[in-house]
């Protein structure tokens, strides 16, 4: 009784990990720089695996996709691969777990 407890458990810890990559691979501040207290533009910059965004002071918010991969820098370029391999390892893990239990 106590490994399926142990296995259940481990499954739905895994799960709330899987949410939290997701999550983070959907977000847009990975890096982040604030501009606000430079007098002649006040703006703030954040950047995700996926899109670039610009908030001035306003409020106003514009984002920009990556129409080409080679202006990125490696670091991102790592980071997008790593994180759809974890979703795409984790998913067929999931599968695997559920139908050959």
């Known amino acids: 009784m106590s490994v399926t407890a142990c296995q259940g458990l481990g499954f739905v810890v895994s799960l709330i990990?899987?949410?939290g990559v997701i999550a983070a691979t959907c977000m847009d501040q990975w890096s982040t720089q604030d501009l606000y207290n430079n007098p002649?533009?006040?703006v703030f910059n954040y950047q995700g695996l996926w899109r670039s965004c610009v908030?001035?002071?306003s409020g106003f918010t514009e984002c920009r996709g990556y129409?080409?991969?080679l202006g990125l820098p490696v670091?991102?370029?790592i980071q997008e691969k790593a994180?759809?391999?974890f979703l795409?390892?984790?998913s067929n893990g999931y599968i695997n777990?559920?139908?050959w239990n």
């Open 97 to 99: 777990s559920y139908f």
């Open 55 to 57: 908030r001035e002071s």
């Open 17 to 19: 990990g899987f949410a």
């Open 88 to 90: 795409k390892s984790s």
């Open 67 to 69: 129409f080409t991969l």
């Open 75 to 77: 670091g991102l370029l």
């Open 40 to 42: 002649v533009t006040a």
């Open 83 to 85: 994180t759809i391999a």
